[in-house]
C-alpha cells in the first residue's frame, strides 16, 4: 500500500485529509511508519525499521505495521500499491 500523496503529515503526528476533511494523531511509532512510507521504503524495510528502532522481534514488528496499515485503509489514507 502507499500512502495518498495528498495526505499532510506534521511533524508531531498529526495526520490531515483534505478530500475528506478527517484528521487524526498517531503515535510516535506510527509517525515513523508514515516517514517510511513516504520514503517509499518497502514492508519488510518497514518491519525492519521497527526491529531497530524499538528493539522488538519479528512477529510484533509485523503485527503493529499490518494493524496501522489496516487503520490507514479504514480511513481511506492509502491506497493498494499498483506494482503488488
Known amino acids: 500500500m502507499i500512502l ?28 515513523d511508519i508514515l516517514q517510511w512510507m513516504r520514503e517509499e521504503k518497502t514492508s519488510d524495510e518497514i518491519v525492519g525499521q521497527l526491529q531497530q528502532k524499538y528493539k522488538v522481534d519479528t512477529a510484533v514488528a509485523e503485527k503493529d505495521l499490518y494493524d496501522f496499515m489496516m487503520m490507514l485503509k479504514t480511513y481511506q489514507l492509502v491506497q493498494e500499491d499498483e506494482q503488488a
Open 4 to 31: 495518498n500523496k495528498n495526505i499532510a503529515i506534521s511533524e508531531s503526528g498529526f495526520i490531515f485529509n483534505p478530500m475528506t476533511g478527517d484528521s487524526f494523531s498517531a503515535n510516535p511509532v506510527g509517525k
